[in-house]
């Protein structure tokens, strides 16, 4: 699904310069590369503050802890996502409550949010997912009617931005009180092991993100309050430090992929192509059809034995999660989702070769499917 090899191979010298300088000072936790990184992406995004962590999954969490809740607040964000972002919220005792998402953007619906808010609700947590923007100008509508704090899960959609219908634009991850994002090696913007990072504007909400990363320290062995060990590490943002300047071309060749998708796929009465909101820039982190009338399974099984993986994300959304499930609403439009999207592969270092193979296989595998 991903050629991390091939992407590492065009910028090796520069990735080996920038390893070989960090072994040679070993400063391996916080060297200075570390700061300079965060500087680097703070510029980029256009935001006040980014505090480097150790991944996407804990950027979440210490989100949550930087908020002012309370065991039992009600946190409202999407099904359809990775667990990760619920779990951060179910470990500090929060509960997650699960909303319908867009089947068109496959983003949480502001509507379904709506009908999800209690007296006990405190905060949105709409994630960017496949590397669409979520309907953020509805959404931070929402948080500001019912005074709700809210969180971007932005692990997706690094490099994207969004298009308010005032015609200002924002980076993806800055529109909320903290936005939150992961550097997974397959991810838009992937280090070489494990990373992620917060970024927000308020400078005490900043201070609090980085004292909660460090457990919860400002000054050396004077703990404030209850945080966590979670950092980024220095060869992980020295990777980044030389990834970030390919950021834009990264999401361009995966655009360049989703064209080719889309010609192929074009007016097919089965095969739903993603839509690409026109209020953002869409950074293609996944390229995923929803396949109708046949089963998706099959399609998967026969584009396996030609060689071509495919993949369902996330294989049981999370209100179906034996942890969750018991108290979970009905969410029909994601479980119908669930039944036929299909994750095809998508990375930057695909040639149209692959790619014609790819499409004319997807094509008659669902033409040989039909019923
Ligand atoms: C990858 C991902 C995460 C978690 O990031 P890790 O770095 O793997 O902990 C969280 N949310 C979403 C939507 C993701 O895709």
Do not use: W
């Not at 026969?302 to 609403?329: D, V, W």
């Amino acid at each position: 699904m991903v050629d991390l090899k091939g992407q590492y191979l065009k910028i090796k010298p520069e990735i080996d310069a920038a390893i070989a300088a960090v072994i040679e000072e070993a400063m391996f936790i916080a060297g200075p590369q570390v700061k300079d990184f965060a500087t680097d992406l703070a510029r980029y995004l256009q935001v006040n503050h980014v505090i480097p962590c150790g991944n996407g999954t804990d950027a979440l969490q210490i989100a949550l802890m930087a908020l002012d809740l309370q065991a039992g607040d009600e946190i409202i964000l999407p099904s359809f996502t990775y667990v990760a972002t619920a779990e951060a919220a179910a470990l500090l005792g929060l509960t997650p409550v699960f909303a319908e998402v867009n089947p068109h953007t496959f983003t949480l619906d502001p509507e379904s949010v709506r009908q999800a808010i209690s007296p006990r609700t405190r905060a949105l947590i709409p994630v960017h997912l496949y590397g669409q923007t979520a309907e953020m100008e509805a959404l931070l509508n929402i948080a500001r009617e019912h005074d709700l704090y809210l969180i971007e899960d932005n692990a997706q959609a690094i490099g994207g931005r969004y298009l308010f219908s005032d015609g200002s634009s924002k980076a993806n991850g800055t529109m909320g009180h903290i936005g939150t994002t992961s550097f997974f090696p397959s991810k838009n913007l992937g280090c070489f092991g494990d990373g992620g990072a917060l970024f927000t504007d308020d400078p005490q909400l900043a201070q609090r993100i980085r004292m909660i990363a460090n457990h919860g320290q400002q000054q050396k062995y004077r703990h404030e309050i209850i945080g966590c060990n979670s950092r980024l590490d220095t060869l992980q943002a020295a990777v980044l430090q030389v990834k970030l300047p390919y950021l834009d071309a990264y999401c361009n060749a995966r655009r360049a992929v989703a064209d080719f998708y889309d010609r192929a796929f074009a007016g097919h009465p089965l095969l739903k192509t993603p839509l690409r909101a026109s209020y953002s820039h869409h950074v293609f982190h996944q390229y995923t059809i929803q396949v109708q009338e046949v089963n998706r399974d099959e399609v998967k099984q026969r584009l396996a034995e030609k060689g071509i993986p495919t993949m369902i994300y996330y294989p049981t959304p999370c209100h179906r999660q034996p942890k969750f499930a018991a108290s979970s609403p009905q969410l029909p439009i994601t479980d119908q989702l669930n039944a036929c999207i299909l994750s095809l592969p998508i990375h930057t270092e695909m040639d149209n070769q692959t790619l014609a193979y790819i499409s004319q296989s997807v094509l008659e595998v669902v033409a040989a499917c039909q019923p």
